[in-house]
């Protein structure tokens, strides 16, 4: 029997073949062809037209949590299928039993990697049940009959039996709570019907070749600007070009591929100054704009918001680069959009002295704010184009970081799992009325430059010398690298290097310095790291 490699199947590299192009442009009648022969020594079939299969007809997933299932029916049933005939059985169930747009919002962090999310659910039922062994987006992001969560409530059992006896589990009738209370929970706001889903399905589908401006702010870089450039399209498949530069002047250039699955859930992978790159991103109704996370495919902390609109479709402003501006100051301002006309208005007290260059998908200008422009959010208009905003500030308050809390892995050394490090910025604020940091009026200005650095997070942290042993903190970018995995001799017990830091940024303001402090744990690596966490 063929052996596979768990953490590969369950992880990175079935995530990766996700992305990869399905060659068949016609994926339905191969796929149930597939299923057919290789997968009803187990299910049954319950109907040829249209086709229906016990249990795996009465689901609906995103492309990961396909992926996810597929990839259990080989490890744990003994499935035999080629990476080939995996992806066309990915693209089938998430074109035909996938999840609306509606029914994705607000749990997309999961399928763009954002591992340092922290979830929070009103349900304490959901949050102890389902969300303590792994995120609740993984729940939130499939839909099911009852039928099917009573299925899943055995699996669980079946898969590790001493659930009901561990922590959260054993002061309480389990089982009880499992099948009269959550089923019915899970059923009721998770159903496998919904009108989002039969109207998504009635819709549309737009095509997404064409050109693209996009706007991104990249921790550790900056903002970055663009052009992607989509060809293609048949059977969901097109090639992809990015050509770009972050603001201070570094080029973002690359190529590679790209999957639609569920007619609007983009996957790509690309090739960007010599570093593999992902994007999963959700396309609108109309298939003008592109929305989600850009990271790169071995450090999937190393990413960014991703936001892009086609040329040619409804005028509109993506970002205003640097997205602040104090009052009484002069700088150059980066508008990034589509249809941008010539009449540019940055908001009350704030003129344009010049335009500096000016092309298709962004202009770049030099503006003054007054010195006595009022403080506060602009909304900006270049022509007919709107949507974007610029702060107005006379005056740095405090600092914040992002992530205010994080967590970071060590990795490496001859290991198979990568490290996973830390990524911060520095976030300025403004005061509020009252002079005072921390109230409800105060207004965000934006992301500022800062110098870096860790320290002991507690009196522990500082007794085992953390800071000397987790990582490295690059005092320009914000970056924590983490230390080597495995025991180190010169630790007390030969631990390994975890650590507990306070992560600072110092932002210098009239001669003053701000502080701002988060805290990173650094821990462990992470073995099962499924494309769903």
Known sequence: MKKYNLSKLAGGAVLAGLLLPVTSTQASPDAESIIRSKCLACHTEESA?????????????????WLMTIARMQLMHGLKVTDEERRTLVKYFADKQGLAPEETAGSRYAMERRLNTMESFESTNFTEMCARCHSGARVTLQRRPAAEWEHLVHFHMGQWPTLEYQALARDRDWMDLAFKEMVPELASNYSLKSDSWNQWQQMAKQPLSGSWSFSGQMPGKGDLRGVMTVSGGQGDQYKVKVDGEYADGSAFKGS?????????????NLTVDGVKMRQVFAASADGSELTGRMF?????EAGMDFTAIRSGSTPKLLSVQPEYIRAGSTEV??????????????GDGIKVVSELYRDDNKVVVQATALSSAETGQRKVKAGKANGATLNVFDQIGS????????????GGNGGSTPKYNGHFQAEAWMNGADGQPGTDDD??????????????????????????????????????TTAAAGPNPERRM??????????VAEVEENG?????????IVTVQRWNNPPLP
């Open 512 to 520: 003053q310095t701000l502080n701002g402090d988060g805290q990173l």
């Open 333 to 346: 301002l980066t508008l990034v959009g589509t249809g941008i006309g010539q009449k540019i208005d940055l």
């Open 443 to 480: 207004m965000r200005i934006g992301f500022v430059p800062a110098k870096w650095h860790v320290e002991p997070f507690d009196a522990q942290a500082e007794a085992d010398r953390d800071t000397h042993f987790a990582g490295q903190m690059d005092a320009k970018t914000g970056v924590f």
């Open 49 to 65: 037209e249209p086709a229906q299969f016990s249990r795996m007809s009465h689901q609906r997933k995103t492309p990961e949590g």
């Open 296 to 300: 790169e495919s071995i450090h999937d």
């Open 399 to 410: 600092v914040r970081v992002v992530p205010e809390f994080s967590v970071a892995r060590v």
């Open 256 to 268: 590679g591929s790209a999957i639609v699955y569920t007619g609007y859930e983009w996957r790509a």
């Open 494 to 503: 030969s631990t390994n290097n975890a650590g507990n830091l306070k992560v």
